[in-house]
């Protein structure tokens, strides 16, 4: 399974990261790879919890890249 993930660099250094499909399913890092790791256990944890209470697992979302000329 994929899913897209956002990870932002906060005002005190440290790495957000955030799975936009998962609301609330949301860790962080000292390092970007750290971040990363931390929202795979995150989402693994989220996953695993909408399986126990019988939830479905939302649909991933669909991104596309669009160029402009400004």
Known sequence: MKLRTIIQQDEDGMFISEC??????????????????NIKDAIKGYLESLKKHNEPIPPTINEEVVEINA
Not at 21 to 35: F, N, V, Y
């Open 20 to 37: 936009p499909t998962l609301p609330g399913c949301i860790s962080q890092g000292k390092t970007r790879k750290e971040a990363l790791e």
